[in-house]
Structure formats: structure tokens, C-alpha cells
């Protein structure tokens, strides 16, 4: 382990990996995250003592480190975690932000929350009790999110004296399981996050792993890719026009380029118009490039005057989405208020907010066996479930699975704002649809 | 036409990389758009501390050629650094911006606010923030926090609705998704956005490294007139220090935050330049808050209970 001021002598060199947790009650997901926090050196000394003193006047012996994530009030007199709080940590290679997540399952809304914008979920597991149902749920969410990576991580082996055995079945039972969901990496990698087996150190206990530690997998697996090779869409979301002495005529589309690369001279269409150009230019935060790719914000000037305002989207003419008013969905409830068949909502979907209405609740997922419910007329809180939603002006919606960013939607309740459903476009769980041959026509395959 | 890329990532596998530093600045950027298109009236608050110039550079290259679309908001506690007030009255000028100033003083002045036995006056800046916002009408009010600095700052959102009294509940918080904001609110109510969430204190020193940013001269070593007070170095001056009992003495110091002069502490440090700042915050063992903010520590959930009553 390097120590922090080797950590920052390279800081230039550091790329970005957004992570969630998940895992039950008493997984031990808060000690891992301590573990974590603790042995890359990233909890300071004023944060240890604070914990500590609370804990000594709790009458704890040793320093309870859930107090360190645990930050509301609410939280620590219940000694639960309620809502998603976000770490930050740094090794020599890579900068970390983790969405630390709660394992109730009534939070099931804060999993998908965290795993929303994860490169990587891990998913912890007692070796001791082996996947049970809260594991399913969590890797059914990890998924429908389609966070790219999944870690396993098989806790708590000091009580199962180091078997390798235990480990094996558990990592083969999850990893089948997950894969049939559309899983496309998963590592499994045997811990013991209270002795600090394989978290940051590898283990003296277990030769029979080969494999790496989880904070040296972290550190490696690849990021960004998907975002680059997918076809370039650029959500238009502000006109910078400055009508200045010095810019008389400058017109620029800010946004920030959702997925693929954009080229100075490539022909674009823009949607919902239709109508094409080419782009004359690309300014990346005040400098002028002839190529940017996402996730970066940038500006993009047009070789033609056409009329495009926020909302609207610019996608080569190569290979522009296709736009819709009929969106079909998989979303997750994340209100209190139910959202029923019939419901008047507002949907946003990148920079695009459009009037719309609930046509159709086809089926509600049952996460503990991912049986469906047909027309359950509405979808409660935690609730997953598929959608039928007419929308008012058409939209450029690619499929969720094809892209993260321009698949993704949000139901919000036109009366009082609240974000009532996260939505992704199109079907649910890939490998099934690509592999199961009586896929039905709704795509519908849980 | 230029060559492709400023801050191409190197020795990473993918051809399109980019820095950690990049991908935060792009986020931010990003923030300070949806703001821009869908807010009416938002509102920069600023106090010349080092996370709101950060701010104002992120804003005036996120609208470039163009200028920032916003205003920007002082509270003035009446205890702030000259240096700082200064810094703050140049940018405003450089930039042709235009500035609301909330003042404490004349809220104690007018006998709306009484002065603490303690004469702290960070947690007096709540009602006259509030009150700036509900007059001036301001919908979206960024701020400077970050999720790094305090375990109730982890659990902000980027966007986080405030009821018609500016309160923050974090129980009843709105799910925050992918890079979809959610920043509808009922006329009174206002939303708090923070750009820079996602940022640590290293981050944001290393981007004013990176982009050459100016900042007020008290966050670099110099030598200066200070007393202890509860284990914290604070400058002496009129605001109401040193005491009967607490000796006044040189030192060299530097400050890691700007706040209020009655609880904002310095540090003992021969920083002079930004590369010897980075260094030190690197091997610093002390969080910035912990090291030099005396409000933190009032309890165990200072941070949560000032910003349920409409703190930043």
C-alpha cells in the first residue's frame, strides 16, 4: 500500500471510477467500506477521533467505523443506513467515488440510486449464509441498471476457515445466475472484510486465490469504453448566443456529449427536426478542438443557421436513434405516491421534458424470483415494473441497453415535482432477450 | 484549427480517457447548464473563498464566449478577511458581474439578530441568506459545498429542493439518477445546487494548479498577528480577539477555508506556492474542516442541524 503523499506525487495520471456497494443487513457492507476507507489511508485522523469518542461514549470498545458513513442523525440513533452517501478516495492510480447504499430491502429506490451512475457494483454476500435472495435482488438490480462491472465479494471467510470449497460454490451459483441476467463481467473474490483478507492486503489465509485484492481490482478494470464506441448523441442544453462587440455572430449548442466521438466536418442530423448540417466546430471550455468525445462538455457550432433550441439532439446522419411517442419501458417507483395506469406525468428524458401519460402497465417484477405479475393496474414504492407511456412531442430515445445516458428517463408528477420513476427504454435483462428464442413480442422477459 | 486535446489522458488503456480532473470539470459544467436552461433566477453564492472562484471559473468557462448568466450573492458576516472582500470586489469587477451583499452586521444592527456569547457569527449567516433568497426571489442558488467536507455534506444531493422556509429534510430527499436533475419546485420553494459535490479539497486545489487561478493571498504561508482559542489560531482584530488571557504572537500560517474571522482557525504552514499547498493538503492527516472550522465541532451534527434551518 502506497502512503498518501506517494499517492498524489502522479496525480495526473489518475482516471475517475464511480462504484456502489450493496449487501445486506448484516454482510457487513460497512465494514468493508471502513476497511476500505481505512487501509487506503483515506479516513483522517479529526474523522477517526470523532468516531472514536462517540463510540467510547456509547461504550463501544473498539471504534465502530459505520459511524463514519452513517451521517444523519436519524442513522446513527437507529444504527442503520438510510440514504445513499457518497465517499471519496484516492490510491496512486485511480480516484474513487463510491455511492455507499443501503441493503434494506424497502431501499431498493437508493440501490438504484447509487448503481444509476456506477462503473462497478460490488455485491457482498456472508460465505456463511451463500446467495440468498437479497443477493438475487441485488444483482437483478445491477442488471436492469446494466452497471458494466460486478464484484462479488464473498465476506466473513475467517468463519468458514478460509475454504476454498465454500468459495467456489458460492461464486459458481452466483455467477450463473448472474450471467443469465445479462451480467457482463463479474469477479469473485473471497474476503474477510473485519480481519482485512484480500480487501487491500492479500491474504496470508488463502493460497488457493489467485486472484486480485477488491481494492486492486478497482484500481484496474477498464472504464469508460462503452460510452465512446456507441454512436455519438449530444443533447442540446443551452443556446450560448453572446451577441457581443467581439462575438457578433457566435452560435453555439452547449452540452455534454452523452456517448460516441464528434468530429469537426461530420455531417449531423437534429432531432426531432430532421433537418442536417455539418459541424463547422467544437470549442472544449474555451479552446477549439477537432475532435471530443463523451463524457465531455463542450460547445458545438453548426456550418448552417437552423433552428435548434434545449431538448433537441444532434446525432450523426450516419446513424441517428430512431424517434418515438410510444416509449416502451422498464422503470423503477421511486415515489411514495403509486403511479397507475391512466396517470397525466412529466417525462424527462436528457435535456427533454415532455408532457406524457401511463397507456399501460403490462407486469410488475417480483425481484426475489423475477416472476412477473401481469397488469398490476399500478406500481408502488421499490416497485419494478414495465410501462407503456404515450408522450406528447416525440422523442430521440435509444434502447437503455445501448446506451446508459440516452435510454434513461425519469417520470416526474407534474403537480408537486416529485421524481416518481426511473425509467430505461426498451427491453429488460439482454442476454435473456438475445438468447432466449421464444422471446414474446412485447420483449417482455423477465 | 488547434490540435486535438488539452489534457489527453496517458498511460490508460482507452484511447479516450479522460483525467479525473477533466471528468469532474465536465460534470460541473454540465450542472451549470441545466441550471441555466431551466431556472429563471439563479444566483452564485460566493465569498471569495477558494470552492466559489472555483465556481465563478466554472461557470465563466461553462458560457464562454458569453458571459456567466447569474448573479452573484455575498453573505457578509462583518467579520471577513479584508483580503477576502477585496478579491471578491475585483472579480465582480474584472468579470462585469453584478453582486447582492446580505449583511449580518445590519441585521444585528437593526436588532434582528443577536450576537453570540461566543461571538461566532458562521451560524447568524442562516436568516440573512434566507431572507436574501425569498426577497430577491433567487430560484436556484448554487453553492460551493462539498460531499468531501462533512458526513451530512455525503449525504447532499446535487440538487436538493429547500421547502418556502429554505429547509433541507433529508429524509424526504429526491432520488437522484443518472445525470437527469430533477429541479421542478412550487414558487417559494428554491433548490440548492452544488456543482462541485463530487469534488475533494485535493481536486480543487489541483484544478487551480492546473488552470492558474488567482486566489486572496491568505490561503498561501505568510506571517501574521494570531492567538489560540480553543485549540484553533485566530487572527487577531477588532471583531473580538484576543481576550484577557489570550497572548497575541507572530506565526506563519496559512488558511485552508475562508469564513468568518471569529471560527475560521489557521494553520501553521511555509506553503508559499500552489505546488507546496498540494503537497501539504496531501500529506495533511487533518480534514480542512476539522483542522480549521470551530462550528463543526459545536456537536456531533452541527453540520445537519444548520442545514436543515437553510445553511449552505
Redesign the interface.
Known sequence: MTSTTEQFADVSATTLLRFATAGSVDDGKSTLVGRLLHDSKSVLTDQLEAVEAVSAQRGQDTPDLALLTDGLRAEREQGITIDVAYRYFATARRRFILADTPGHVQYTRNMVTGASTADLAVVLVDARNGVIEQTRRHAAVAALLRVPHVVLAVNKMDLVDYEESVFASIAEEFTAYASDLGVPEITAIPISALAGDNVVEPSAHMDWYGGPTVLEHLETVPVSHDLTTCPARFPVQYVIRPQTAEHPDYRGYAGQIASGVLRVGEPVTVLPSGRTSVIAGIDALGESVDIAWAPQSVTVRLADDIDISRGDLIAPSANPPATTQDVVATVCHVADQPLAVGARVLLKHTTRTVKAIVKEIPSRLTLDDLSQHPNPGQLVANDIGRVVVRTAEPLALDAYADSRRTGSFLLIDPADGTTLAAGMAGESFASQARTTVQADDEGWDF | ??????HV???????????????????A??IF??V??EFEKPVILFSGGKDSIVMLHLAL???????VPFTLLHVDTGHNFPEVLDYRDRAVAQHNLRLHVASVQEYIDAGKLRERPDGVRNPLQTVPLTEAIQQLKFDAVFGGGR??E??????ERVFS?RDEFSQWD??R????????Y?G???PGEHVRVFPL??W?E??VW?YIAREGIELPEIYFAHEREVFQRNGMWLTAGEWGGPKEGETPQKRLIRYRTVGDMSCTGAVDSDATTLDAV??EI??????ER??TRADDKMS??AM?DRKREGYF
Do not use: C
Open positions: 484549427m488547434t490540435a486535438t486535446v488539452a489522458h496517458e498511460g490508460t488503456d482507452a484511447p479516450y480517457a479522460l483525467s479525473h480532473l477533466d471528468a469532474l470539470e465536465s460534470e459544467v454540465h447548464r441545466e441555466a436552461g468557462k461553462a458560457f464562454a464566449p458569453a458571459p460531499r468531501d462533512e458526513k451530512a455534506r455525503a449525504k429542493l433529508p429524509r430527499q429526491r432520488p437522484e439518477l443518472w445525470q437527469l430533477n421542478r419546485h412550487a459535490s463530487n475533494t485535493l481536486d489541483q498540494i503537497t496531501a500529506a495533511s492527516r487533518l480534514t476539522g483542522a456531533e451534527a445537519e
